[in-house]
């Protein structure tokens, strides 16, 4: 028995390792740009006084602390035309520009000089002394060569090259326009020599600890340079970008409600359905069973949302019923840290009756439709022909002999209801908006806010992976037979 | 009995479920009102008689809606352009026109209905000679408005339209990818087929060198093609990169046999077939599926139905492989099946001509759970704002409307409604299907309808 406890929990190790890479993919894969993100959320807290430098050096200690200075994982396969160092450039989007022309063009040397000119005639730009009526032009000036820093198609690039010609034009300044004539240059012998062969000869390159994801799993730990993280093993999944807060603090709050309803809910619709399942499976095809079978069809064909949605309607509406709130878990005017726990029950216990119903509802149809099926393959077998022969009561028979060997496929659907109502849970916390993980992972959706997304999933699919495992143990202690296998 | 024909048979057994019948029916009136929705509802008449010339705008607008037309007016004397987009065909002073049965388009903003007007309410347009007057019956909003006054007829059937497409195009997806990994793991198991440690070898290294010459070294133009907005032409590139990576991987397998020169190299080792693709269906069974599709869908940079697709395709064929490798499993100890392996058949033979076709009618069961299961996340994803784009009109996004303002009732019913009989339906099909099929997977359908 402890073997086979083992041998599972051996089993998950690495399937909570992919789970974890994953997450990772998707943290890095953002769109957004976390610097920018990161450092908005800490500007609005306040103390960046000087705008500019004081940006900077925020911006360069966050990328310090998030590790994007280190390359991405342990191990990383370029070809010989890619850059090694280009993850040391700051900004993000400058940066995936680079890589792209590197890919079209395969020559990291031609992509670098452009850059190069790029940069240089950009400090020309900002250092020329420009008469004020020529200074609405420079700031087009800038915003183009910015710009151009962005863009890698080639039609886009020419065009942009076009209109900084013709605002030269307006300006008339020589030396730019000499260092605006070698970036062309350059980018002219960029698409001109291109890295040919380079670009398909793979090169496998070895980062060491050194790099992004074993920051990220594992905090300092082997790290050359501490930096104050203590890594997503630790439960550290870093900062909020809305708010700047660690995003384990504000999940710590937040996964209780989440845990306590579908608990609740798992509990209530066991509850419901045993009994109902039993009785429909005793009256096989009669009345009772026909109909109850069409009535929790329905049940199970109908979107949680949707019932959600109905019943707010008729019971949390003032031109109907307002018999519950309408949304939250307390009223937050009313409600007081200092009440004793029966008072703080009765208090929130009206939140809780509309979304435990719709919580319940769906994994009762479901629950209770695997119950009568199981019950009436169980009650076909012979030694329950045997126990009626003899002359066992009814009550007895169904009770005792067939309920305990019903109930064993009910053990292993823990496992597959609590990943669903955990996944369900989005959709209803937002509706009743309760302040858990479901909610809390579609307010981070709306303001992508990838590490709270990153963390809500990785802490879900363990969870998942615990429920499969204490259904494993469960069923390996109801049906011993199990473990031999 | 000599000609007993199975489909035959089968299809006289659903009949006789008269439930899965009638939904079968309600399903094919659905899917002809998703296929002919331009005809169903829309802003542009069917057919207008406007002095003389005959116009078909609904059916000149189907490619593109801002196409022009000019007409010469007889009695006025005068041409006329037409802009399709922006004309008002109901205060158009033409002979005749015939609306659609719902004269409106999902996107179409009635002006003069806006503010939630109820099915009941008072509507009003603008006639002929530009007074503003009660709506006439066949114009219509049947089941009201919304804020900005969009039909909400017209967006269930665009609904419709939405949900069959994502439902069937994910299912066949992901019946394709759990029909493959299924039959392989359920039919080679752990230890039938072997091959070289050279071989072994070879595949590996391939399938690392088959990622870097696709979308290593290439991947920009899939990335630039979908920057550009051309998503069709980006999903072509995306699978063909696909293919290419696999015929790279079956080269690694045909390099490796070249290689059995070196004698440690030529051992025979079992592949595990079995045993990689439980493991991957048990990894995505430990995955919160919505959790994981709302995720992949935050860090995308703009929403479209093909990415909803792929996500939903992509998590949703385990339910699909564990089922068609039980069958499998079963069917490779049957006695026909070892029969032919004595005679010294071939395995490719076996497999897909005398294992597979046995194996496949009881998938069609999961496929219509499937379907169902598709629909509800689709419109959850759209009731929450996440899946599609956010002009797109679903039924998920209508009853997200619904709830944010309560008095429009009809915004919640009718789309709940619409939703609920759908999943029904694919239900009560799935439900024909399993008793028509076989009635021995009762068991095993029911623990599939969680996935």
Not at chain 1, 125 to 134: I, N
Not at chain 2, 315 to 330: K, L, N
Request: with cysteine; net charge positive; proline share 4%.
């Amino acid at each position: 028995m402890l073997l086979y406890i083992v041998k599972r929990i051996l089993i998950f190790i690495p399937t909570l390792f992919l789970i974890s890479l994953l997450a990772f993919v998707i943290s890095i894969n953002s769109p957004a740009d976390p610097v920018e993100q990161l450092t908005r959320a800490a500007s609005m807290e306040g103390g960046v006084e000087d705008k500019n430098s004081a940006e900077n050096s925020v911006k360069n200690e966050i990328r310090k602390k998030l590790g994007l200075d280190l390359p991405v994982f342990y191990i990383s396969m370029v070809s010989w035309a890619d850059c090694d160092t280009l993850h040391l450039i700051s900004d993000k989007k400058s940066r995936e520009n680079l890589q792209r022309l590197v890919k079209k063009y395969g020559n990291w040397q031609n992509v670098q000089n452009y850059n190069s000119q790029l940069i240089q005639f950009h400090n020309q730009v900002k250092s020329v002394e420009f008469t004020s009526e020529q200074l609405e032009i420079s700031n087009d000036l800038s915003f183009l060569v910015l710009n151009l820093q962005q863009v890698n198609h080639h039609e886009s690039i020419e065009q942009n090259f076009v209109e900084i010609d013709n605002k030269i034009q307006i300006i008339n300044n020589s030396s730019l326009k000499l260092a605006f004539q070698d970036v062309k240059k350059s980018y002219e012998y960029l698409i001109n020599h291109s890295g040919g062969i380079h670009r398909y000869l793979p090169k496998i390159k070895i980062n060491g600890l050194q790099n992004q994801y074993h920051l990220w799993l594992l905090g300092d730990l082997g790290l050359d340079e501490k930096r104050g993280k203590n890594g997503v093993l630790m439960g550290d999944f870093g900062n909020s970008y809305s708010d700047n807060q660690p995003i384990i603090q504000k999940i710590g709050s937040k996964f209780f409600y989440s845990f306590i309803l579908v608990i609740l809910s798992i509990f209530i619709s066991y509850l419901v359905s045993i009994p109902l399942g039993i009785y429909a499976a005793y009256k096989k095809d009669q009345k009772f069973d026909r109909i109850s079978s069409v009535f929790v069809f329905m049940l199970y064909s109908l979107p949680g949302y949707f019932v959600g949605t109905i019943l707010l309607y008729w019971f949390a509406n003032p031109d109907n019923f307002v018999w519950f709130p309408i949304g939250g878990v307390k009223d937050a005017s009313i409600y007081q840290e200092k009440w004793g726990v029966l008072q703080k029950i009765s208090h929130q216990a009206p939140y809780f009756v509309l979304p435990l119903i719709t919580y319940t509802y769906s994994s009762f149809a479901f629950i209770s439709r695997m119950i009568r099926g199981s019950m009436v393959e169980v009650l076909q077998q012979d030694y329950i022909r045997t126990a009626r022969a003899k002359g066992l009561s009814e009550k007895r028979v169904i009770l005792v002999h067939a309920l305990r060997n019903s109930l064993l496929p009910i053990i292993t659907m823990i496992a597959d209801i609590f990943p669903a109502a955990l996944g369900g849970s989005v959709i209803l916390e937002t509706i009743f908006s309760i302040p858990g993980l479901g909610l809390e992972i579609y307010t981070a959706v709306i303001s992508t806010d990838i590490p709270m997304i990153v963390a809500v999933f990785t802490l879900t699919g363990l969870l998942t992976v615990v429920g499969y495992l204490v259904s494993d143990i469960l069923y390996a202690i109801a049906d011993p037979r199990i473990t031999i296998k | 009995m000599n000609n007993f024909n199975f489909k035959k048979y089968a299809w006289s057994k659903f009949k006789q479920n008269k439930p899965a019948l009638w939904s079968f029916r309600i399903l094919i009136a659905i899917v002809f009102i998703a296929v002919f929705s331009p005809f169903i509802a829309n802003e542009q008449p069917l057919f207008v008689n406007w002095e003389g010339n005959k116009l078909y705008p609904a059916f000149n607008t189907l490619d593109t809606k801002s196409k022009t037309d000019s007409i010469w007016l007889n009695d006025s004397k005068k041409w006329e352009v037409i802009y399709y987009d922006r004309i008002d065909w109901r205060s158009v002073p033409a002979d005749f026109k015939l609306f659609a049965p719902i004269a409106y388009s999902a996107e179409f903003n009635d002006t003069y209905n806006r503010d939630f007007i109820a099915p009941w309410d008072k509507q009003r347009y603008k006639n002929e000679n530009g007074e503003i007057i009660a709506l006439p019956w066949h114009l219509n909003h049947w089941l009201g408005t919304d804020k900005i006054g969009r039909d909400v007829a017209a967006g269930l059937v665009h609904g419709a339209k939405i949900s069959m497409f994502i439902g069937v195009i994910s299912i066949v997806l992901a019946g394709s990818i759990g029909l493959l990994l299924g039959t392989l793991a359920g039919f080679f198991g752990d230890n039938t087929i072997k091959i070289s440690l050279a071989q072994k070898l070879m595949i590996w290294i391939f399938w690392v060198l088959g990622y870097f010459f696709t979308f290593e070294t290439n991947g920009y133009i899939i990335a630039e093609t979908f920057e550009n907005g051309n998503n069709t032409l980006g999903f072509i590139y995306f699978f063909t990169a696909i293919i290419v990576w696999i015929l790279i991987v079956f080269l690694g397998f045909k390099t490796g046999s070249l290689l059995h020169f070196i004698p440690v190299l030529k051992q025979q080792k079992f592949v595990k077939v079995d045993g990689i693709i439980s493991r991957l269906i048990e990894l995505l069974n430990s995955l919160p599926t919505l959790i994981l599709i709302i995720t992949v869908a935050a860090i995308m940079n703009e929403r479209s139905l093909g990415i909803l697709i792929l996500i939903i395709g992509l998590t949703s064929w385990t339910g699909i492989a564990r089922f068609m490798r039980a069958e499998m499993m079963r069917i490779r100890n049957l006695e026909y099946i070892q029969t032919a392996k004595v005679m010294g058949f071939g395995y490719r033979k076996i497999l897909w001509k005398h294992a597979f076709p046995n194996a496949v009618p009881p998938v069609f069961v999961s496929l219509a759970f499937g379907v169902a299961s598709a629909v509800l996340v689709e419109s959850g994803l759209s009731f929450l704002g996440i899946g599609v784009p956010d002009e797109m009109v679903t039924w998920g996004s209508l009853l997200s409307l619904g709830r944010q303002e309560f008095e429009a009732s009809w915004l919640v019913i009718f789309p709940g409604l619409a939703i609920f009989t759908s999943i029904t339906i694919f239900n009560l099909i799935g439900e024909g299907l399993r008793d028509a099929l076989d009635p021995r997977l009762k068991k095993i359908t029911n623990k599939l309808q969680m996935d």
